[in-house]
Every structure is written in C-alpha cells, then in structure tokens.
T-cell receptor
Framework: ETGVTQTPRHLVMGMTNKKSLKCEQH?????MYWYKQSAKKPLELMFV???????ENNSVPSRFSPECPNSSHLFLHLHTLQPEDSALYLC????????????FGSGTRLTVV | SQQGEEDPQALSIQEGENATMNCSYK?????LQWYRQNSGRGLVHLIL?????REKHSGRLRVTLDTSKKSSSLLITASRAADTASYFC????????????FGKGTLLTVNP
C-alpha cells in the first residue's frame, strides 16, 4: 500500500450509468490529482486540487465531474461515458512534489460498454 | 502537449545486464523525476533530480540530467527479473505549479 487508496479497483459500466471513483490519502498531502492512462498514450492530467480548491481542469469533458470534500478525499463522478473513456484512472497526491514526487494509488480500471 | 518522451519505447535485456533509458523534454524545468509502473498498477516514484544537478544515485539507479540538451537518462545496473516494468520520466516545468507532465514510458523486460 502506498498510502493512496483507490476504489473500486475495477469497474464496468454502461454508457447510461452513473458511477463514482474514490480516492483517499492519509499522508497529510495538500494536493491531489486525477490522471487518465490509456494504452500507448502518455498519462493525461485531468484535474488538480490544491488545498481543496480546483486549480486545473485540462479541458476534460463535462461527463467527468471531480469533487474534493476535504484534503484527504477526492472523487471522480462519471455519467454518460463513451467507450473511448475506458482506461486506467489514477489518483495521486503530493506535498511539495519537489522533494518526494507524487504518491499514486493503484488505479481504477474502467471499462465502458 | 507532451513534455517528456522516453526512448526506447521497449527494451529487452538479460538478468545482470545494465538497462539505460533516455528522456527528452521541451521546456525549462524545475526538476525531472523517474517513475516505475508494474502492469496495471499505479506509478511508484523512483528518483528526482533538480535542474541544478547533473547526476544522482539511488541504490542500483543512476540518473543524469543535461539541461543544455534537455535530456535525462536512467541507468539500472545489474538488472533483475523483478525490474521488469514500465519506466516514465516526468517533468516539473517552470511555471507549471503543482503538476507533472509524463511521457509514454519505456517498457523494460528483464529475462531470467
């Protein structure tokens, strides 16, 4: 365990479903991130939260909706997804990343059918 | 746009050999980091090198940074089958504030 926990590990959903991904860290970090990892593509930064405020939204479609209720929890709400949204979704946290880098969770493997 | 780009895309070696992976990037950076990912898992931070550093060691890992060429290399010495994984470089670009940009990675296979 890295200290960043993601649930669920695997998720299969239909295009009309609504689901949420959860990320939890108890490392005392002050920034949290959502990344999307698709085959043969670089990791894509989706959202950044610093001190519970969203500081980055990289032109992500509105069918992805993040929520950061406190510094330890981060959610990604999903609705009406497309098959091309199937990917590994990674959560990470950091505390002044210059020293120790990011700590990643194990990811949620999402399949949209 | 993609900042770091690793080379080669895939590398296959025998146990005991050294593995070298390269990373090129485009903009000025605060630091460059290397991460490892086992299949289907999250990334694990390996080592960070600051823009004013040229070389850094951690166990069997050696990282170099050449800011004039905007490139870095990761050397794994005396490789083991357990080193089989994907390796990514990530750059903290000046002015990026909080975010890292990752490359596509190098898939390293170490054959026993």
């Amino acid at each position: 365990e890295t200290g960043v926990t993601q649930t669920p590990r695997h998720l299969v959903m239909g295009m009309t479903n609504k689901k949420s991904l959860k990320c939890e860290q108890h490392l005392g970090h002050n920034a949290m991130y959502w990344y999307k990892q698709s085959a043969k593509k670089p990791l894509e930064l989706m959202f950044v939260y610093s001190l519970e405020e969203r500081v980055e939204n990289n032109s992500v479609p509105s069918r992805f909706s993040p929520e950061c209720p406190n510094s330890s929890h981060l959610f990604l709400h999903l609705h009406t997804l497309q098959p091309e949204d199937s990917a590994l979704y990674l959560c990470a946290s950091s505390q002044g990343q210059e020293l120790y880098g990011y700590t990643f969770g194990s990811g949620t493997r999402l399949t949209v059918v | 746009s993609q900042q770091g780009e690793e080379d080669p895309q895939a590398l296959s070696i025998q146990e005991g050999e050294n593995a070298t992976m390269n990373c090129s990037y485009k903009t000025s950076i605060n630091n460059l980091q290397w991460y490892r990912q086992n299949s289907g898992r999250g990334l694990v931070h390996l080592i960070l090198i600051r823009s004013n550093e040229r070389e850094k060691h951690s166990g069997r890992l050696r990282v170099t940074l050449d800011t004039s060429k905007k490139s870095s290399s990761l050397l794994i010495t005396a490789s083991r089958a357990a080193d089989t994984a994907s390796y990514f470089c990530a750059t903290d670009a000046i002015g990026s504030n909080y975010k890292l940009t990752f490359g596509k990675g190098t898939l390293l296979t170490v054959n026993p």
